[in-house]
């Protein structure tokens, strides 16, 4: 990892940069996208040509092609791009939120993004954590077979109960203050069954109007989920990342002594035409707290 980082800061915020156009990242799985752009951004050599890094000391940050991503983000007017992002959280913490959102602003230079979809899952399925490449599609248009129904041994509120909604509700409310001064027009939630996602709709003071549904591990999407998104007007989507886009013990290999809290994945659209023009994943990590005596 670069020295500079490793030695100086408790916290770090990585950022992979635009990886459409690199080579090694076309067409793979959203957690393997994410280990090899933090692979090449962390360990690359610093004057090699094909890779710019940079090191913000003041915020302890390490970016990659930022002027790249700039000027994939500025070619076209503000109002005629869309970006959307998806937080994956490792630890219930609003704090977590909080930063992975003001590094998604700050590193874009945007005000605003058009969506953030949050994912938490407080008791990862390792099933699911190797899900396959991340799309996003209607999920009416299911590419499952009529009748070829896989039912997830225990739905989102089955696996982490009351306590897992407690934690949930938090962590959006954190977004909803977001969503308040429209610097997120709009907020979604990932992976969660008719009952969770009923009792955070009804809890909160922007509801969620996206929500998306792991085919990975459920190949139609529940009848009642469908009827809840249908009511309340909810965009239904279909995916298939991981739960943990990138685990602990994976991303100690690419930055040992610091631990994973966050990782984020932006999407950058042509609103006109839906041309993808720049994807990429930011990261936050942190050095575990010193004991105390």
Same mark, same amino acid.
């Given at each position: 990892m670069?020295?500079?980082?490793t030695k100086? &800061?408790?916290?770090?915020?990585? !950022? ?23 692979k ?5 050599? @610093? ?14 940050r ?10 994939k ?8 791009i ?10 219930? !913490?609003t ?6 959102i003001?590094a ?17 899952h407080?008791?990862?399925s ?13 999920a009416?248009? /299911? ?6 129904a896989?039912? @997830?041994?225990? !739905? ?6 009351e306590?897992g909604? %407690?934690e ?6 954190q977004?909803?203050? &977001?969503a308040?001064?429209?610097?997120i027009?709009?907020l ?5 069954d008719?009952? %969770?996602?009923?009792?955070?709709? /009804?809890d909160?003071?922007?509801? @969620? ?30 995916? !298939? ?17 610091y ?25 936050g ?5 010193p004991a105390?005596?």
């Amino acid at each position: 990892m670069i020295p500079t980082v490793t030695k100086n &800061y408790q916290n770090v915020v990585i !950022s992979t940069g635009n990886i459409i156009n690199i080579n090694e990242l076309g067409q793979r799985k959203s957690n393997e996208e994410l280990y090899d752009g933090l692979k090449i951004t962390l360990h690359s050599d @610093p004057n090699a040509e094909r890779v710019v890094v940079e090191i913000d000391k003041l915020h302890g940050r390490v970016l990659c092609a930022t002027q790249e991503l700039n000027n994939k983000l500025t070619e076209n007017g503000r109002n005629e791009i869309s970006i959307g992002a998806k937080i994956f959280l490792n630890r219930q !913490s609003t704090q977590c939120v909080q930063e992975a959102i003001d590094a998604l602003l700050n590193i874009l230079n945007v005000t605003h993004v058009d969506n953030v979809v949050l994912a938490y899952h407080p008791n990862v399925s390792s099933g699911v954590a190797n899900a396959t490449l991340s799309s996003t599609t209607t999920a009416e248009k /299911s590419p499952c077979s009529e009748g070829n129904a896989v039912t @997830p041994s225990e !739905s989102w509120s089955q696996r982490n109960g009351e306590q897992g909604i %407690a934690e949930l509700k938090l962590l959006y409310k954190q977004l909803e203050q &977001y969503a308040l001064q429209q610097k997120i027009k709009q907020l979604g939630i990932a992976d969660l069954d008719a009952k %969770a996602l009923q009792e955070l709709h /009804s809890d909160a003071e922007v509801p @969620p109007t996206i929500a998306q549904v792991n085919l990975a591990a459920c190949c139609v999407v529940p009848s009642d989920l469908q009827e809840f998104c249908k009511e309340h007007e909810l965009v239904l989507n279909t995916h !298939s990342d991981p739960e943990l886009l990138l685990p602990e013990e994976q991303f100690a290999g690419l930055a040992p002594g610091y631990t994973i809290d966050w990782s984020l994945r932006y999407q950058v659209h042509v609103r006109c035409r839906g041309v993808l023009t720049a994807k990429g994943y930011i990261v936050g990590a942190s050095k575990p707290s010193p004991a105390t005596n």
